[in-house]
């Protein structure tokens, strides 16, 4: 995890829209079943997910695994209850926030601890010393962040240094369609040794190339529950960027690989990414999913890659945005 000394999962699998809401307890435990089958080691979750059922799910999935053999990584910033203070980056509600994410995750500690968005109504000093109250305390070993833009990563490194903790990783939208820490966020996490930890890889399942342009989405698909992120996907559903996706389906049988795996494959060919996130709800997804580690591109693949959904292609490193006010 980028120039720390944590190891990770080249495929990482992570419950946002899946577990506690989209897929039942069951499912979800086959889920995790599969990604440990498969070699994944490292989870991803965040207490605001299916309103912090999610974490729950999780802890009890990973319930008897070696808990040494395992890296798993929570959030804090989104609302976790009605209270005025159940939010955002104060120390009070990192505090608090860390013993709920133990408590349902059912571990002493998580690997990973990450501030979920920025927070522009606390100030930086306190959100970082309450970090390394954590950190120092046992309750987590590094700290991350989320869709944090290139200077206020610069700003927090020089405090987790001042305050001699390990701030190792950015967890970023990425895929061939979302670019935007190209710019800014990637260079500046190469110069200061973090890891990029990306989300979404397949653009919402749309580089899945299921969606058709011209055809209403695939009854019981992710654009057609609400509760799976319906809204997520919907800039995606484009017919533009829908032909565009299509044009990409010979290049993926040419190398061998179906569109889930060259999308994820994609990602993972940027040396400052650690490792890509992938949800499911099915155990087959994962074990299609995991195929893409130690995948390698070759550069006129890239190249043809970029020909195509260059057109339809986000790259404004402004895209990334935390909430102008807390929420």
């Excluded at 299916?50 to 040494?68: D, Q, Y």
């Excluded at 939208?173 to 820490?181: E, G, K, T």
């Excluded at 650690?274 to 074990?287: D, F, H, L, M």
Aim: include cysteine; charge should be negative; glycine fraction near 8%.
């Amino acid at each position: 995890m980028g120039r720390s000394g944590m190891l990770v999962s080249e495929i990482s699998y992570g419950n946002w829209i899946t577990h506690g809401s989209q897929v039942e307890e069951d499912a979800a435990d086959a889920c995790v079943r599969a990604a440990l089958d498969s070699g994944i080691t490292t989870f991803d979750t965040a207490d605001v997910y299916a309103g912090t059922r999610a974490e729950s799910v999780l802890g009890r999935a990973l319930k008897g695994e070696r808990r040494e053999g395992l890296e798993i990584f929570t959030k804090v910033f989104w609302p976790t209850g009605s209270g005025r203070n159940d939010r955002g980056l104060s120390r009070k509600h990192i505090m608090e926030s860390i013993n709920g994410s133990l408590q349902r995750l059912q571990t002493d500690y998580v690997d990973l601890y990450q501030a979920h968005r920025y927070d522009y109504a606390t100030p930086l000093e306190e959100t970082m010393v309450a970090f390394a109250d954590i950190v120092h305390s046992g309750k987590a070993h590094y700290i991350g962040v989320s869709e944090w833009k290139a200077s206020e990563i610069r700003a927090a490194h020089a405090l987790a240094t001042e305050l001699k903790i390990s701030l190792v990783s950015s967890q970023p939208q990425y895929s061939m369609l979302w670019r935007v820490i190209e710019a800014e966020v990637v260079p500046t996490c190469e110069e200061l040794g973090l890891g990029q930890i990306v989300w979404s890889p397949m653009a919402q399942g749309v580089l899945s190339g299921k969606y058709l342009p011209g055809q209403p989405p695939p009854a019981g698909s992710r654009a057609t529950d609400e509760k799976s992120g319906a809204g997520f996907i919907a800039r995606w559903l484009d017919d533009d960027v829908l032909t565009r996706v299509q044009q990409l389906k010979p290049l993926a049988a040419d190398a061998g690989l179906t569109m889930a795996q060259l999308a994820v494959a994609w990602v993972l060919q940027n040396p400052n990414v650690s490792s890509a996130i992938v949800g499911a709800t099915r155990p087959e997804q994962v074990y299609d999913n995991v195929k893409a580690s130690g995948v390698k591109l070759d550069a006129d693949l890239m190249k043809a890659i970029d020909e195509i959904v260059e057109p339809v292609t986000e790259r404004d490193p402004g895209k990334t945005q935390s909430p102008d006010e807390r929420p």
